[in-house]
């Protein structure tokens, strides 16, 4: 499996922004697609993640009513739509695959996880 994220920027807190993982090489109705992020002089951390069905989404609790992870088949597509953004958020975020959701839950740090995509970054001011 293939995943290429994009959409990463530099926004003021307060303000929003929605990161893409476009998804390839994989039936993308078998497998959990999450979020981590890597904040600088930090250890990967994990954001979110959605099941294959798109009905289970699992949250970090740092992000929980500010993000929401969703996802397009039709395109092989997740999405994190980040609202109300703060200096804290300011990482390095990475889309992840696995062929268990119960992965993102059990690995908080992703050592689990059964594929990578390249980070995106995302810096918010103050």
């Known amino acids: 499996v293939q995943l290429q994220a994009s959409g990463g920027g530099l926004v003021q807190a307060g303000e929003s922004l929605r990161l893409s993982c476009l998804v390839s090489g994989h039936n993308f109705y078998k497998i959990a697609i999450g979020w981590f992020r890597r904040e600088p002089g930090k250890e990967r951390e994990f954001v979110a993640a959605?099941?294959?069905?798109?009905?289970?989404?699992y949250y970090a609790d740092s992000v929980k009513g500010r993000f929401t992870i969703s996802k397009d088949a039709t395109i092989n597509t997740v999405y994190l739509q980040m609202n109300s953004l703060r200096p804290e958020d300011t990482a390095v975020y990475y889309c992840?695959?696995?062929?268990?959701?119960?992965?993102?839950?059990?690995?908080?740090?992703?050592?689990?996880?059964?594929?990578w995509g390249k980070g995106t970054l995302v810096t918010v001011s103050s």
């Open positions: 992840a695959a696995d062929h268990e959701l119960k992965t993102f839950r059990t690995s908080p740090q992703g050592e689990g996880v059964d594929a």
């Open positions: 959605v099941g294959w069905s798109g009905a289970l989404r």
